[in-house]
Structure formats: C-alpha cells, structure tokens
C-alpha cells in the first residue's frame, strides 16, 4: 500500500497501536513499526513520523505509562497500557471492526443493482 | 547482532540536532534509528552505508514533518491549559523525564523544608552556645524554648522530607 494506503492509516493509527500494546505488554518504538511490518509482510509500514505523534499523544491523554530503560549505552522507552488504555483498546476494536463491516456493505454493489447489470 | 558504539550513537543524535529534533523526542529517535542502523549491518552492509542509508531516510524533512505533526497533536487544549502550571506550559513539547521538571515540581517544597531546617539549626545551636556560655541549663527558660522549637523544626523539615522521598520512591515503582 502507498501512500493512499497511509491516508487511511491515519485514522487508525491509535487503535493499531493500543490493540498492539494490549498483545505485547510492553513495547518500544522501533518494536512496534517491526510487530505491524511482520504481520502485514511489509504491505503497511509506519514511519517513525507517524508513530512517535500517536504514542506521545495517547500518554499525554493518559491510556499509556512509559518506563526508560537502558539499553547498549542509549535510552529506550517502553510504552504499556494503563487499566484505562485497555479498556478504550477493546472499545477502539470493536468500533473499527464495525466500521470494516459498515465499509464492506457499502463497497458490495446492492444485490437489485447487480442483477440488472446482468 | 553487533551494537553501535557511543561514537556512532553520537554521529546519529547530532544528525538529529542538525535537523532540528525537538528534545522531547531526541533520545527515543536516536534509539529508533539505531535500530534501524544495526538491522540494515546485521543483512550485511557495512556501518557507513547503514547511516547513510538510514540518515537520508530521517531528513530535514522527515524531522520537520515529525516536529510539525508533533506540535499538532500535543499543543494543550484550552481546557487543559486552564489547570496546567508555568512548569507545564515551559516543559510542553521538552522532555520531562530528563529531571529538571521534577526538579522545578519540587522546588517550593525543597525550599520550605530546607529554610525550616536552616533556622532550626541556628536556634539550636544558639541555646546551646548560651547554655555552655551561662553554664545552667533549665527548658522553661528562653534558651530552652529556642531548643525546643529548634529541635522541632529540624524534626519537621527531616520528617517532610523523608515522607517525600519515600513518597518518589513508591511513585516510580508504580
């Protein structure tokens, strides 16, 4: 996906983030651009431009902690999920699946439609 | 997988400065490049193709951008900005965890304990200068008062400050 794949991104970028973290417990930056590259063999890619905004924002509105560790002479921050942070990980979720159904319908051209063309 | 020396962590946070990385993302992109370094030497290219290759992705654009988007998305709102402090306003897009902001947090209080103790002690040491000097020694007298609230007053500042350090201890353990 190019860049039009990163324009839906956007939107999403929280919720991948938070159904991320609420899998792994504990993870840093770097660990979460390689998790979504695996999972989607390569197909979406988040650069660090994108992630680093998200992750600050969701700890500033609370649903993340972070703890510094250091790691081969360089700071690394852990990002966790706060009770908080789970929780709107769930909720985030199934909202999006939803919303995946929603788009679904809506992209199947309606049956009457498809009948006539034929 | 080899490690990057602090010679080289060093070339990757001043290609960072140069570019103007704020300070609230410095040490995790540097980290985050890093990375990125020692993946791209682990498939077998040699260190300098590895920065390069990762420095010209992390361009003054790309930190630009970053910045940009950064400032976006954590300028306080209105509501927050209502009950957030001078330190809070200051420290908006710095990097906390670095210390002076605790340091700033705490100042007040540091100063209050540290004046209580300071003319704790100066009373202390004042009756007991005049109880050696006078060579008599009674607590209802106003030597003895000035020992008292001495004593008390370098009592308090330790207690508050003990209470407070056990305090950080356990916040941090969180």
Redesign the interface.
């Known amino acids: 996906m190019e860049s039009s794949g990163n324009e839906f991104l956007r939107g999403t970028l929280k919720t991948i983030v938070l159904k991320l973290l609420s899998e792994h417990g504990r993870m840093y930056g770097y660990e979460i651009t390689q998790s979504v590259k695996e999972r989607t063999q390569g197909e979406v890619t988040l650069t660090f431009g994108a992630l680093y905004p998200v992750l600050h924002k969701l700890e500033q509105e609370g649903f993340l902690v972070t703890e510094s560790v250091e790691v081969d002479g360089r700071l690394r921050k852990y990002y966790s999920l706060t009770p908080r942070g789970s929780e709107t990980a769930v909720q985030k979720v199934s909202e999006f699946e939803r919303f995946v159904e929603v788009m679904r319908t809506l992209l199947q051209p309606p049956p009457s439609l498809a009948s006539v063309s034929r | 997988m080899t490690?990057?020396t602090?010679q080289q962590?060093a070339k990757v946070q001043g290609h960072l400065l140069r570019n103007g990385s704020g300070d609230?993302?410095l040490?995790?992109?540097?980290?985050?490049?890093?990375?990125?370094i020692e993946h791209y030497v682990w498939i077998g290219l040699p260190f300098e193709s590895a920065l390069d290759k990762v420095l010209m992705d992390?361009n003054a654009i790309?930190?630009r951008?970053?910045s940009e988007?950064?400032r976006?998305?954590?300028t306080l709102s209105d509501e927050q900005l209502q009950q957030a402090s001078l330190d809070d306003i200051v420290f908006e897009f710095r990097n906390k965890?670095y210390g002076a902001y605790d340091l700033r947090q705490a100042y007040r209080r540091n100063l209050g304990n540290a004046l209580m103790m300071g003319l704790g002690m100066v009373l202390l040491l004042m009756s007991l200068m005049n109880g050696i000097g006078t060579k008599n020694w009674s607590y209802l007298s106003t030597t003895g008062l000035m020992w008292i609230t001495g004593l008390l007053g370098v009592t308090l500042a330790l207690g508050r400050w003990f209470h407070q350090h056990v305090q950080d201890k356990y916040r941090t353990a969180e």
């Open positions: 490690k990057l602090p962590l609230a993302l040490s995790e992109l540097v980290d985050h490049l890093a990375c990125e992390a790309a930190v951008h970053l988007t950064y976006c998305e954590l965890a």
